[in-house]
C-alpha cells in the first residue's frame, strides 16, 4: 500500500490528513490499477485503515472495478478515546485552517499498536511511521466514524471484526462492539 500524505517518504504534515475522503478515493485507485474486473474484493484494515474500508464499502464501492466480497476491520477507529481540551473543542477547526496542523498531546506507540514487543520496538523506531495526530486529523476521524456509525445498517456484506484483547487506550472498543451489532455480526 501506498504511503499516504504526511506519512511514511510522501510529502506532507506528519499524521495529517486534512480529509479521509481523498484517502479512501486514492485506495479505490490503487484498487483498480491492480485488480482484475472479475476478481472478488476482501478489504482490510486496521485502526485508520478499517475506517478507510468502510468508507469505501459505504461511500465509493460503485467506482470500483471488482466486487467486494467482505471486509476485516481490525481495531477500527469509529471512536478515539483521547478528547481534545475544551477550548478546541468551541473552535470551528475548518475555518481555520491554521489550526488543523496543530499537533495534539497523544503520542502512539508500538506496545499499544501492537501486542508483540519485536512489532512494537520497530513501530517505535521506525522515523517514517507519524506517531502523533494533528487536530485536523483527530476531527476528520472522530466525523467520519461518527458518521460511518450511523451506517452500520446499511452494510450489506460480511464483516469481521477483530478487536485487541483487554483495554485499547485509543480506540473505543465498546463502540466497535456496538457497531458489529448493528451489522449484524454477532459476537465480537
Same mark, same amino acid.
Given at each position: 500500500?501506498?504511503?499516504?500524505?504526511?506519512?511514511?517518504?510522501?510529502?506532507?504534515?506528519?499524521?495529517? &490528513? /486534512?480529509? #479521509?475522503?481523498? %484517502?479512501? !478515493?486514492?485506495?479505490?485507485?490503487?484498487?483498480?490499477?491492480?485488480?482484475?474486473?472479475?476478481? *472478488?474484493?476482501?478489504?482490510?484494515?486496521?485502526?485508520?485503515?478499517?475506517?478507510?474500508?468502510?468508507?469505501?464499502?459505504?461511500?465509493?464501492?460503485?467506482?470500483l472495478?471488482?466486487?467486494?466480497?467482505?471486509s476485516?476491520?481490525?481495531?477500527p477507529?469509529?471512536?478515539?478515546?483521547w478528547?481534545?481540551?475544551?477550548?478546541?473543542?468551541?473552535?470551528?477547526?475548518?475555518? &481555520? /485552517?491554521? #489550526?488543523?496542523k %496543530?499537533? !495534539?498531546?497523544?503520542?502512539?506507540?508500538?506496545?499499544?499498536?501492537?501486542?508483540?514487543?519485536? *512489532?512494537?520496538?520497530?513501530?517505535?523506531?521506525?522515523?517514517?511511521?507519524?506517531?502523533?495526530?494533528?487536530?485536523g486529523?483527530?476531527?476528520?476521524?472522530?466525523?467520519?466514524?461518527?458518521?460511518?456509525?450511523?451506517?452500520?445498517?446499511?452494510?450489506?456484506?460480511?464483516?469481521?471484526?477483530?478487536?485487541?484483547?483487554?483495554?485499547?487506550?485509543?480506540?473505543?472498543?465498546?463502540? /466497535?462492539? #456496538?457497531?458489529?451489532?448493528g !451489522?449484524?455480526?454477532?459476537?465480537?
Amino acid at each position: 500500500i501506498p504511503d499516504y500524505p504526511g506519512h511514511g517518504k510522501s510529502n506532507g504534515t506528519r499524521g495529517h &490528513l /486534512s480529509n #479521509l475522503d481523498f %484517502l479512501a !478515493l486514492d485506495l479505490v485507485d490503487m484498487i483498480n490499477l491492480f485488480a482484475k474486473s472479475e476478481a *472478488d474484493l476482501l478489504l482490510m484494515g486496521k485502526g485508520l485503515g478499517a475506517l478507510c474500508s468502510f468508507k469505501i464499502i459505504h461511500s465509493y464501492h460503485h467506482l470500483l472495478q471488482c466486487r467486494i466480497k467482505g471486509s476485516i476491520a481490525i481495531n477500527p477507529a469509529l471512536k478515539m478515546k483521547w478528547t481534545i481540551p475544551k477550548f478546541l473543542q468551541k473552535i470551528k477547526i475548518q475555518k &481555520l /485552517s491554521a #489550526l488543523t496542523k %496543530l499537533k !495534539l498531546p497523544f503520542q502512539i506507540d508500538g506496545l499499544t499498536s501492537s501486542q508483540l514487543s519485536v *512489532d512494537g520496538l520497530a513501530f517505535d523506531q521506525d522515523p517514517l511511521v507519524a506517531h502523533g495526530l494533528t487536530l485536523g486529523s483527530f476531527s476528520e476521524m472522530q466525523r467520519l466514524g461518527a458518521k460511518l456509525r450511523t451506517c452500520s445498517y446499511y452494510i450489506d456484506l460480511p464483516v469481521l471484526i477483530i478487536l485487541k484483547n483487554g483495554n485499547d487506550s485509543i480506540f473505543d472498543q465498546g463502540v /466497535s462492539e #456496538l457497531f458489529a451489532r448493528g !451489522l449484524g455480526a454477532g459476537q465480537v
